[in-house]
Structures are given as C-alpha cells and as structure tokens.
C-alpha cells in the first residue's frame, strides 16, 4: 500500500519524506488555506521535494475553467495529478485530462456509485473520504470494501485513495482490504511511528549501557 501525506506544510513533508515514508502527495484547497503562505509556491516547492504523485486540486466548478486551472498545475510539474471534484464537469474534465494522458484525482467520493463512475471517466485515483462518512454516523471502510470488489470485479486500474483518514486503525483497516493508497494528515504517521513499548525499551537499554559506564568500562562504540 502506498502512503501519501494529506498536507501543504513543507516542513512536514520533508520529515517523512527524509525517512523514505512518501510515495506522494495530497493537497486541497482548505489544506493550502491552513498554510497561510503563498499557495502557488507551495504547490511548486513540494512538486520539487517530492518525486512520486503530487495532487494539486483545481478551484473552478465548472470544465473549461478546470481544463485550463490543470493545465497550469501540470506545468508545476511532471507528477502532478489534477485533482477535481466529483461533479458532472469534473467528469467531463477528468475524460479530456485522462485522454491527454493527464492523471486525475477524482475527489469528495462518498458512495460506491460516484467512485464507479470516476473510473469510467479514466481517473487514475478515487478518493473516497472515509471520515467524514463516519462524522454523520456511516461507515467510511464499508465504502472501501464496496469500492475494492466492484473495481476487482471489472479489473478497474483506477486506485482507491483513501482519504479523510482520522486515526491509525484506519490504515490497518484500509490495509486489510487491499485499498491501493491512504493519504495521512502528519499527526496520524506520527502516532503510526510510536508505542509506549519501544520508548520504554530504548530507555531500559541506555539505563543498562550507563550501568558499565559507572564501572569505568570503554563504552564509547
Ligand atoms: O484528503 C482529504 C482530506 O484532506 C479531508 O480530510 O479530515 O478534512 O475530512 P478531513
């Protein structure tokens, strides 16, 4: 399974991307907003830092305002993947765009019908948010169950990016079903990386190695 970062914070995407954890990125118009600064030189900045797929969303709700919204984002950089919402025209944009060998983020998914028909527009990546599903009291991976079996049973290539991911049993459960990609707000990789058991572990093994120094022992490696 792949693993994105859900964020425009530079500072963030250069953490994880120095431990080899990206594959790519995911922004949106409110994660840009969250930023402050200058959004078009963070969208450039992390089509530099990163070299897998970068998706960077269009504002225009209508086609010929996104065709000519994304091609200006694919000039930022070969692994930008125009992102555009889940609307009759983002259809029709994500059709022209896939046709021109543009790759496509079909967004703002929420039932398995949407997703369906995103991948028979050609979009390379469905993103259903599965958060926000669970907000308003259904079930956000049963969306990722039904999605998986029906691009399975018509051998779909469109992936299943999960998104509006809120907490780490997400990603396990995101994992089991086989989703291709999850895209990961910082705090939820951080909380990925850490259990209690491997800090107490690492603090039993220094008390122990300062143990040998109190003898006068080398313990310079
Ligand atoms: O990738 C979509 C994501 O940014 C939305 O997350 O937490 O606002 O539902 P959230």
Redesign the pocket.
């Known amino acids: 399974m792949k693993i994105f970062l ?1 964020t425009a914070n530079l500072e963030s995407i250069k953490k994880f991307n120095d431990m080899g954890l990206l594959d790519g990125i ?1 922004t ?1 118009p ?2 840009l907003s969250k930023e402050g600064g200058d959004p078009k030189n963070a969208m450039k900045e992390i089509t530099k830092i990163i070299h897998g797929d970068v998706s960077l969303e269009v504002v225009s709700t209508e086609y010929s305002g996104m065709m000519e919204e994304g091609k200006r984002l694919r000039a930022y950089g070969e692994n930008v993947v125009v992102k555009v919402p889940m609307t009759p025209d983002g259809l029709k944009a994500c059709k022209s765009f896939s046709s021109q060998g543009i790759p496509v983020n079909v967004t703002l998914i929420f039932s398995a019908n949407q997703a369906l028909l995103a991948a028979k527009s050609g979009a390379k990546y469905v ?1 259903p ?1 599965i ?2 599903l669970d907000d308003i009291g259904q079930d956000g991976m049963n969306l990722i169950k039904e999605i998986k079996e029906i691009f399975s049973n018509y051998a779909f290539k469109t992936q299943i990016l999960v ?2 991911v ?1 907490h780490p049993l997400h990603v396990i459960d995101a994992a089991k079903i086989g989703a291709d990609v999850v ?1 990961l707000p910082p705090d939820v990789l951080d909380k990925m990386l850490q259990h209690p058991l491997t800090k107490i572990g690492l603090d039993n093994f220094l008390a122990d190695w300062e143990k040998l120094k109190q003898k006068n022992l080398d313990t310079k490696i």
């Open positions: 859900d995911t949106n409110s994660l993103s948010f958060g926000r998104a509006s809120r895209t």
